[in-house]
C-alpha cells in the first residue's frame, strides 16, 4: 500500500481551479493556495434533506472539500428507499434518514464532520440557519421548499435606494428530480429569483373528483384514491389517516384491489398505493446523481468565486437521450418574500400588540401566530416559551420607540399565512413607515446597522 504522504489529494483538481486567475471568476476572487483550506476550515454547508437527492449531495460535497456539514430530515428509512439512495442499508429501516446518511458518509469520508438533525425544518429556529454559508436543498415538497426560501429571504436587508446588502445574501442551491427529469437552480435573495418568484413553474397537484371516485373509476388511481379518501372515513368512523403507518397503507391496499377487481380494472399494487396515496413520483438513480452534481459544483462557485455561477435555472431532460437547458428567470421585484418588503404605514402612537393583530386582517399577509424581529432584536416572539414571556412586555411599548424612533425602517415577521385550511409557516419583511414623523431621519441615514 502506498505511503499516504504520496498519494494524491482528493482535491487536487480543484486545487488548480482555486491557484489561477482567469476570464470567468468572480470580481472577489482572489486565486491562492489556502482557498482549499479556508474551504474545509471556515464553510458551514446545510444540506436539507437526506433521501435520494439527499444522499448524493451529502457524497458530493464532501468530496468536493466541504468538511463542515449539517443534514436536516424528519423521515426514517424504508424498504422502498433502497433501490436508490445508496447509503441506506436493509439493517437501517426505521432509523433517522439524518443520522444513518450523516454516519455513512463520515465513515466513508476522512475528514469530514456531519451533524444530523431528525427533525422538521419549522422546529429549527431563525438563528440557526443564520450560522449557515450556503444552504442546500434536496427536497420533494413545494411546501418545504417554500418555508426554506422565506427563511432565507429572511436574513435579507435592503439599502435605503431597495437595493440588497451583500453581507445579507443567503445563498441557495436548489435541487429536484422527477423521474428522469430534473433541475438545479441557483438563487441569490434579491439578485436573481427566489422560489416565490416563479413558483408559477410548478403544475398543481392532480385531484380527482369524488363522483368519479365514487361512481365511475376508470383507472387504479382512482380505486387507491377512492379506498384512501372515501371508505377509510365510512369504516373507521373519523379516525385519521396516517401514511407513515405500514398497517394504514396496507388497508388502503386491499381496498383498493377489492374495487379494482370489482370494476375489473388492471395495475393496483402496494407501491402505486403508496405513490397515489403520499404523492410519491417514482425516483431514478442516475438522475439524482447528475442533478446532485450540478448543485454541488454550483455550491463550490457561489463559495469560491472561482467561476461564474449558474443563469439560474438548469433542467436536464433524460426521457428520450440526454437534454439540459439553462434558463435566465426574472425576478419578481415586487415578490413578498424576496422583495425590499411590503410597504405598511402606521402612526407613531401604534403599538406592538395592535401591529400584531392587524398583519391578520392584511390582504397581502394574512398572518396569525405573529413573532417580530426588528434588525436581529426581537421585539415579540411567540415561542420558546421562555422567549415569549421576556418580550411580552413589549406588547403594549408603542412600535415607533421599539424601533428607535426611525421614520422608515424594515422588520421581519415570521408566522403562519393563508387562509384556514391551508396554514403554512413563513417569513416576510416589513417596510415600515410611521405617519407624522417626517422630522425624523431613516435608519439608513441616521447611521443604523
Known sequence: ???????????????????????????????????????????KVLVVGAGGLGCELLKDLALSGFSNLDVIDMDRIEVTNLNRQFLFRVEDVGKPKAEVAAKRVMERISGVNITPHFCRIEDKPMEFYSDFSIIVLGLDSIEARSFINSVACGF????????????????????????????????????????????????????????????????????????????????????????????????????????AELFGIPGVTYSLTQGVVKNIIPAIASTNAIISAACALETMKIITGCSKTLSNYLTYNGVEGLHTKVTDFVRDKECPVCGPGVLIELDTSVTLRKFIDSLKDHPNLLLTRVSVRHRGTNLYMQAPPILEEQTRPFLDQPLFELMGKTRKDIVSVTGMAGKADNKQSCSRKLRIVFKGADGVADMDTAGGA
Not at 403544475?203 to 373509476?217: R, S
Not at 365510512?234 to 388502503?252: I, L, R
Request: net charge negative.
Open 156 to 259: 435579507l436587508e435592503y439599502d435605503s435606494d431597495d437595493n440588497p446588502v451583500p453581507e445579507t445574501v443567503k445563498p441557495l442551491v436548489d435541487g429536484g428530480t422527477e423521474g428522469f427529469k430534473g433541475h438545479a437552480r441557483v438563487i441569490l435573495p434579491g439578485i436573481t429569483p427566489c422560489f416565490e418568484c416563479t413558483i408559477w413553474l410548478f403544475p398543481p397537484q392532480v385531484k380527482f373528483p369524488l363522483c368519479t371516485l365514487a361512481e365511475t373509476p376508470r383507472t387504479a388511481a382512482h380505486c387507491i384514491e377512492y379506498a384512501h379518501l372515501i371508505k377509510w372515513d365510512e369504516v373507521h368512523s373519523g379516525k385519521s389517516f396516517d401514511p407513515d403507518d405500514p398497517d394504514h397503507m396496507q388497508w388502503v391496499y386491499t381496498e383498493a384491489v377489492k374495487r
Open 1 to 43: 500500500m502506498a505511503n499516504s504522504a504520496t498519494q494524491p489529494s482528493r482535491t487536487k483538481d480543484l486545487e488548480k481551479l482555486f491557484h489561477r486567475p482567469g476570464p470567468l471568476v468572480a470580481a472577489t476572487f482572489e486565486a491562492s493556495s489556502e482557498m482549499i483550506n479556508d474551504l474545509k476550515e471556515y464553510v
